[in-house]
């Protein structure tokens, strides 16, 4: 009998076999179609309080998994595989290896906040796969994400001058990431813009790019910001346990024999 609903499950975890006879029956196909048992043994019990501590997780624990957020999300309709319902399921189970088969698409969420409007319980799902996306990084699960290099490239300005300038911001971003300036729609922008903008808007964004004007009297309310920064950063990694993961790695690798680490 053909499994219902077999797009739900994943690939990996059925079994088909193609050409299979049984007692003279032939099986083959659908027919002979399992699905895999999932034995999950490796629960990390502090992952909804991990999440939870970072920025845009505070509210986890009070999804009661209606699945509005999916049914509203931009990029589930895109591609289903993306699905914040579940994945709060999994992190507020601890089910840390299933969260991980998703690592690599979490941070694609595109921040329209339309499960925000959606959910009956102010989870805010879009701070959560934020924070689940910061989460996997801080663990080291994933490298740095495209959005978190903007984010930090925007951050880095905002604390250096209390102001942002659009094409530093690009340029800054391009870099960290390893892209190239003379993309074609790039150019394609910059020509409209000598095009249609005003010539004093223009020189304005011109000197801003070359001056980087501070904003005036910025040096407390920097040292305020930066003091902050650092107080939670220090909050995440000791919530997130890291110091000690970087002390248990640091160990391991010592007691391996040299030549094995080649
Ligand atoms: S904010 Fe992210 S998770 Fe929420 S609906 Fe938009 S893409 Fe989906
Ligand atoms: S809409 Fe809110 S309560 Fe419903 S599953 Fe999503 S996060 Fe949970």
New binding site residues.
């Given amino acids: 009998m053909p499994i219902h609903e077999e797009h739900l499950i994943r690939p990996e975890d059925l079994t088909t076999h193609d050409d299979l006879v049984i007692d003279g029956v032939d099986v083959s196909g659908h027919w002979s179609t399992f699905i895999e048992s999932r034995v999950v043994t490796d629960y990390n019990e502090a992952m909804e309080e991990e999440i939870a501590a970072l920025p845009g997780g505070e509210y986890i624990h009070r999804c009661w998994q209606c699945g509005s957020?999916t049914n509203?999300?931009?990029?589930?309709a895109i591609n289903p595989d993306?699905n914040?319902r579940y994945w709060i399921y999994l992190i507020r189970m601890g089910m840390e290896s299933e969260l991980l088969r998703d690592k690599d698409i979490i941070w694609q969420?595109?921040?329209?906040?339309?499960?925000?409007y959606a959910c009956p319980r102010d989870v805010f799902?879009?701070g959560v796969?934020k924070a689940t996306a910061h989460w996997l990084e801080l663990k080291g699960h994933t490298p740095t994400s495209p959005s978190m290099h903007f984010d930090e490239e925007f951050s880095s300005q905002v604390f250096a001058t209390g102001k942002i300038e659009e094409g530093r911001i690009i340029r800054g971003f391009f870099r960290r990431t390893g892209q190239s300036l003379k993309q074609g729609w790039l150019i394609e922008m910059v020509k409209g813009m000598l095009r249609n903008l005003p010539a004093g808007l223009l020189i304005r964004m011109g000197l801003a790019n070359a001056l980087k004007p501070r904003t005036r009297g910025w040096g407390g309310a920097r040292a305020a910001i930066e003091e902050y920064v650092a107080e939670q950063e220090t909050h995440h990694r000791q919530a997130l346990g890291l110091d000690a993961l970087v002390r248990q790695a640091a160990s391991e690798l010592d007691a391996e024999p040299r030549e094995s680490r080649a």
Avoid: I, L, Q
């Fill in positions: 957020c509203s999300c931009t990029v589930n993306f914040p969420c595109v921040s329209c906040n339309k499960c925000t799902p879009e796969m």
